[in-house]
Every structure is written in C-alpha cells, then in structure tokens.
C-alpha cells in the first residue's frame, strides 16, 4: 500500500521559534496534499490544500503567513510554523490522494508540536 | 455543502459487547465514504471504505454498510476487544483523491476487560 510519511514525529519548541514539518509520499507521486490539525480529543481540520509547483490554499481562518506552505516536489510538502506561540500546540497530520486508487487518501502518522 | 454527523462519546463497552456507532452524511451525488481509526498517540488509519450505494466495506471484524436511502455508513462489531479502544472517524469525500475528506467530530471507544 501507498505510505506517506512526516517528519518528525515529535518536536519542542520555544515560543517565537519556526518549525518545519515535512510530508513525503514514499512510492507514489501526489499533486495535491493536505495538511490537518487536531486539537486535543477533537476532528481533524483541514487546514490548506498544498498542490505541487503553485501556491497552497487556505481554509478560511488559517492565517497563510503563520503556516507557510511549500510543495516544491511530487513527493514533499513542507508546512513551517513561524514565531510559533503555544496555542499553536497541536497535532499537524498530512494526506496525499493517488490518482486511480478508488479515492483513497493516505495519512500520515502525524506530528505532535508542543510549543512553551 | 458536504457534512458527516457521527455519534458523539464517549462510549464504554464492556468485551466482546456489540459496537454500534452512528454516522450519517450530507452530500450532493455519490460521495465515497470511510471510516479511519485512531489509537492513542497515533495518526490516522484507514479501517474501512465503501465507494458506492449497497457496498459493504469490513476489516477486522467491523462492517459498515452504504445506505444511500438513509445517508448513513453505521459501523459495527459484533464482538469488541480491549484493543478496539481508539477514536473513529467517520468520513466522506467526492470523485478524485485530490479533495479533502469532510470528517466527522470523532467517537471515542474505551473497551473494558
């Protein structure tokens, strides 16, 4: 089966600082990906839509120059926290769909940011 | 626009009781639908998927069933075990897997011995 996998998996951060975390489908190309965000004992949010080569799309309320978006291949998205503050702990989860695959969508395992 | 309603938790169930957990939808056309799995401290899992009308779709003992009469994809098991205790997400999403999926809010499971 298809796997996508995020890097990494866990990361502490002080507040102001920037994250980055990195989406890759590891055997098979995805155009589009998506990038969620869950809250404790809550669903997941989908936050932008990030499609290779053009610029990410946000969801309304998703501030696009705190979550910057990168797509710069058919195989990773990045999506960098900038001056993070600790409402900005969450769980960052992505998805790539591949085409043909009677509309499955993979998930990543997800990445648990905890800012102080 | 789309939109998923599931059961909301959380729901205790002693082992091997029956699992019932409701989930009805909202959507134009034939959307297909899903129901992920989560463990604690874990990502997503897909359980199981149903891609069109009647479709039943099952895995590890759960079952659901596309009903588009009812706009419904109730998932079941007939026997639970303790480590069946995660949250389930009902989902839905139209056409390519280049669209989102609209999530439901999430049951959560805890099984007891």
């Known amino acids: 089966g298809a796997v996508v996998s995020q890097h990494p998996s866990r990361v502490i951060c002080k507040s102001g600082t920037s994250v980055k975390i990195e989406c890759r489908s590891l055997d098979f190309q995805a155009t589009t990906m998506f990038w969620y965000r869950q809250f404790p004992k809550q669903s997941l949010m989908l936050m932008a839509t990030s499609n290779e080569g053009s610029k990410a799309t946000y969801e309304q309320g998703v501030e696009k120059d705190k979550f910057l978006i990168n797509h710069a291949s058919l195989t990773l998205s990045t999506l960098t926290v900038t001056s993070a503050h600790p409402e900005d702990s969450s769980f960052y989860i992505c998805?790539?769909?591949?085409?043909?695959?009677?509309?499955?969508?993979?998930f990543g395992p997800g990445t648990r940011l905890t800012v102080l | 626009g789309n939109s998923v309603t599931q059961m909301e938790g959380p729901v205790t169930l002693s082992e091997e009781a029956f699992l019932t957990i409701n989930c009805t939808y909202t959507?134009?056309?034939?959307?297909?639908l899903f129901w992920y799995v989560q463990y604690p401290g874990e990502g997503l899992q897909l359980l199981l998927k149903a891609t069109k009308a009647d479709d039943k779709g099952s895995n590890k003992g759960f079952e659901a069933t596309y009903r588009k009469e009812t706009t419904s994809f109730h998932l079941e098991k007939g026997s639970v075990q303790v480590s069946d205790s995660a949250v389930y997400f009902c989902a839905l999403f139209h056409l390519s897997g280049n669209t989102p999926l609209v999530f439901g809010k999430g049951t959560r499971l805890s099984v007891i011995a």
């Open positions: 998805s790539a769909g591949r085409s043909g695959r009677n509309n499955e969508q993979f």
């Open positions: 959507a134009t056309g034939y959307p297909s």
